[in-house]
């Protein structure tokens, strides 16, 4: 995928254009996540991309701020990350890390990643914006594969791996 152009309109009816990210490759897998950093106040588009041949697993990281419109690049991480699944809170974006079963938030403010705690299970499936706090759904499987139960968990207080709670189960 090539981003070519991307109209961005925080306020209704406005649209910019923004330049083309000269540092994008092709790329076999490429998302899209847009958030606010009120610190600086600005708004920021990230663009993810990785590639699946040999030494060039990492995932590449580029961010377009709207306020200096410049695009930068964020150093390698080696980390595969849920690209469609991106949820801003809190002045960062969260992914699951596939690569070892973990979360990672995106600090707008200064551009760089942070470790998330986990709650203590072993198979996420989305995370979400519940509320104002993070929380994602969690599967358990039958024997044979099917979904036996879904549970909801939510982080009460923002960063503390504590906070994790389970909040609801479904059975199916």
Sequence with gaps: MSLKEVHHSPMPMATRLLPVNALVREAVRTGVALGYDSSNDDHKIIIL????????????????SLRNVTWKRINHFP????FHYGVFLHGAIHWFVYSD????AFDLSCDKFKPM???G?????????????L??????????????????????????AESWDENKSYYT
């Design 49 to 64: 991309s990785c590639y699946a041949k040999p030494n060039l697993n990492d995932t590449l990281v580029d961010v377009f």
């Design 79 to 82: 980390y595969h990350l849920d």
């Design 101 to 104: 079963a973990s979360l990672i």
């Design 135 to 160: 929380a994602m759904f969690a599967q358990q499987k039958r024997s044979n594969y099917q979904i036996d139960q879904v549970d909801i968990w939510m982080m009460k207080e923002y960063g503390v």
């Design 117 to 119: 705690p986990m709650p």
């Design 121 to 133: 299970i072993s198979a996420p499936i989305k995370l979400l914006d519940f509320g104002g706090c």
